[in-house]
């Protein structure tokens, strides 16, 4: 009874694999003709011949004569009292002891 049934589970699973090979092999097909079909409106475009010599420049406008900024520079007020902090300083609960040297 089990090598009738597995007869017939073997038969169903060929013909299922078949199929599916089938059909996969339709869909490539297929994507294939789409292709091919796609490229036959485009035409083809050659280079152009490469000249002897390059091509004249064209002035772009005229190069800056300023010198280039420079970093600001702080007064010696603001040197002495240096940067402020951009947060008020942790509460005491949340600050860790200090380390211990080893």
Known sequence: MASINSKQTLRRDLLLAGGLLGLGALVAIISLTEIK?????????????PSATPAESKPGGTRPTTPAPEPARPDAAAQQEGAKPALPPAPAEKVAPPMEKK
């Open 37 to 49: 079909a796609g490229h036959l409106d485009q035409i083809a475009q050659a280079t152009p011949e």
